[in-house]
């Protein structure tokens, strides 16, 4: 009875073959056709040394960034009181909770520029307070009386390097633009702290810090 | 001129370019898909969006089902369980008024029948919260998790115009805009309190002349900008610090014994509600102070009840204080004259959503799971009230197909629907009879 199955078995297995396949008992190997490869050279390709990327889309930092950004740079947090204002306001920035929002809203909306504006405000508002009364603080030169305007342009140079990461080239316009406005300041307030708070939150309110 | 000049000049509205306002708001009709074929009826009109977040039950009080013939006896056959029995509100805890039945949740709303349109048996594309919301917000389906369109709000408030300070408020939930003018762009916060801290100087903060200098600096960088992306953005700081000195603040903060009887009429701290109150309150305030046209806000959250405790003790109550914040404003807007005739409620058009349902059969947990069908409730906006359109099935709860002239259900004829149909129904009542949100899907006409 149990040959009858196996035979059986092996009926129904070689039945299904195609006709013009191999058998099942055929198990040498094939060779395939050759395939002909034309060796003959069809060009020069001069490869460039020149690979820098010209440009790619801006892209906002998140808040985290931001915030570690301007403590990195001005050793200010923004806060009140014991609140970090960052962390306060974080949903409405859209900072992801992992529970109904797993990315982070980057867009440069209204609200963030408020927001922005605020933290930046803050921001130098301390920072130059607490460094130009300091001999050796970062503004207490730039915040003395009777500062040439060398001096002062090339701290705005810093500044910009500082903040923005870019360094100011021979009569850069943006340093000049920067320039009028401290000037602007300086000529209605005649208080030189106002004209360098003024000056750095532009630098912290602009694209060029807040993007890359 | 400088910026202060320029804000006057302009009423306290935003203006971009140097163009009017009025031209600005031409030019976005001119410029939409389109154009030609627009006549928009009557401009005066306003537009609410609430969000019930999660995903309510409509047993509760949308659709609810009558516990005598869906017995627990008849399941298998119908697969649809009120789970009544569990709540501890009675055995048949349904409201019934003329017009229409309720489940026990859908709170003061229960007494305005006659205003409200229920839309029922809607067909959705996903029972995913994140997409599906997507799709409730844009009433088109996303791609994956990418919208495929803007915001219905955004939508309308580009074709209502600038002339409000903000023209399309969001508080709690997402907005997109795609394809609009940035002015129409969702103005988002998650909360009231957020919001307000928006519109108010902040803990720090500069002299007017300080400001006057810094907005001539960023005029320049502006006009120098050759990055577009920074275009948007110059834009937005420059809306902000205009949007600052409007002196709107005021009407949003929630601290100020001016907004006393307010609060108290919406019920904002009474131990009761959450932060729907607060944000029905900001609606009302928004509308009627000329400050939108379109708000969008978050009725309710957690609705998402896998969890029988969750189900029976806590979604209900959300829900009901959501409804509740909505019929607390829509009463309020009725009984507020509107300065071009009428009252505020028959020119603003109210639209409650979710982004799916829950499961007509309760879980292993005695919770309910997510389900691919939907409804929605409408008011105001002229809409004649007291109807229902469409209809779940009693086997499944499942969506059936609607003849969009009559609202009954025709599975011969008829249509299935969803916010597509609802959205566009909304394009037609401003008299906006082409398909300027791509929704592919013709209107309600028993609507109209």
């Not at chain 2, 163009?19 to 009109?45: C, F, K």
């Not at chain 2, 829509?330 to 109210?350: M, V």
């Amino acid at each position: 009875m149990k040959s009858v199955i196996v035979l059986m078995l092996s009926w129904g297995c070689t039945s299904s073959v195609p006709s013009d396949g191999p058998s099942s008992t055929d198990t040498s190997p094939v060779e395939n056709p050759s395939i002909d490869v034309n060796e003959e050279l069809l060009g020069d390709v001069e490869l460039s040394e020149d690979t820098t990327v010209v440009a790619r889309r801006r892209v906002r930092m998140n808040v985290d960034q931001l915030n570690q950004s301007m403590q990195q740079i001005t050793g200010v947090e923004w806060k009140s009181g014991n609140t970090v204002l960052w962390d306060r306001y974080s949903s409405t920035l859209g900072v992801p909770d992992f529970e109904e929002r797993t990315s982070e809203d980057l867009e440069g909306s209204v609200i963030f520029q408020k927001f922005l504006q605020d933290a930046a405000t803050y921001t130098c508002n301390s920072w130059i307070e607490n460094e130009s009364e300091d001999g050796d603080g970062y503004f207490y030169v730039v915040t003395q009386e009777g500062q040439t305007s060398s001096v002062l342009k090339a701290h705005i140079g810093h500044l910009r390097y500082l903040i923005h990461g870019i360094s100011s080239g021979e009569e850069d316009a943006f340093d000049e633009s920067v320039w009028d406005l401290y000037q602007l300041v300086y000529q209605r307030t005649e208080n030189s702290v106002s004209a360098w708070q003024t000056v750095c939150v532009a630098m912290f309110t602009h694209p060029n810090f807040y993007t890359y | 001129m400088n910026r202060r000049e320029l804000f006057q000049r302009f009423g306290g509205a935003v203006a971009l370019n140097g163009l009017s306002l009025s031209a600005m708001s031409r030019m976005a009709l001119a410029n939409s898909p389109s154009s030609g074929t627009l006549g928009i009826v009557d401009p005066e009109q306003y537009f609410v969006f609430v969000v019930f977040g999660g995903a309510w039950d409509p047993m509760l009080a949308l659709d609810p089902r009558d516990p005598a013939v869906f017995t627990d006896a008849v399941i298998p056959e119908t697969k649809i369980q009120t789970g009544y029995d569990l709540l501890g509100i009675g055995s048949d805890p349904r409201i019934q008024t003329p017009n229409m039945t309720f489940g026990p949740y859908i709170g003061n709303l229960s007494s305005m029948s006659e205003k409200l349109v229920l839309v029922r048996g809607m067909s959705m594309s996903s029972v995913g919260h994140s997409s599906a919301t997507k799709h409730a917000l844009t009433a088109r389906v996303p791609s994956g998790e990418s919208v495929r369109g803007s915001s219905v709000a955004t939508l309308l408030s580009s074709l209502l115009g600038e002339e409000n300070e903000i023209a399309n408020l969001v508080v709690g939930t997402d907005s997109y805009n795609v394809e609009h003018p940035v002015w129409s762009s969702g103005f988002q916060s998650s909360n009231v309190d957020d919001f307000h801290a928006a519109l108010s100087e902040g803990n720090v903060s500069l002299s007017d002349s300080q400001n006057d200098a810094l907005y001539q600096f960023f005029e320049r960088e502006r006009r120098n900008n050759t990055i577009s992306r920074f275009d948007t953005m110059y834009a937005n700081r420059e809306s902000a610090q205009l949007l600052l000195e409007s002196g709107t603040s005021a009407l949003f903060d929630l601290d100020s014994p001016d907004l006393g009887d307010l609060k108290q009429y919406f019920g904002v701290g009474n131990g009761i509600t959450g932060s729907e109150s607060e944000n029905a309150l900001m609606a009302y305030q928004a509308l009627t102070n000329g400050v939108s046209r379109c708000v969008t806000y978050k009725a309710a959250g957690g609705l998402d009840s896998h969890n029988g405790d969750d189900w029976q003790t806590q979604h209900g109550p959300r829900l009901q204080n959501g409804f509740n914040s909505v019929a607390a404003l829509a009463t309020l807007l009725e009984d507020t004259p509107h300065p071009s005739g009428g009252n505020w409620l028959s020119r603003t058009t109210i639209w409650c959503m979710s982004e799916f349902q829950r499961n007509p059969l309760l879980n292993n947990n005695f919770g309910r799971d997510h389900y691919i069908t939907n409804s929605a409730l409408l008011l105001g906006g002229g809409l004649v009230g007291g109807r229902v359109i469409g209809a779940t099935s009693d086997q499944k709860m499942s969506s059936q197909k609607v003849d969009l002239a009559t609202g009954t259900v025709d599975n011969d004829n008829g249509v299935y629907i969803s916010h597509e149909h609802i959205a566009r129904t909304l394009l037609y009542r401003l008299g906006v009879e082409d398909d300027l949100g791509d929704y592919r899907e013709p209107p309600i006409t028993a609507l109209l």
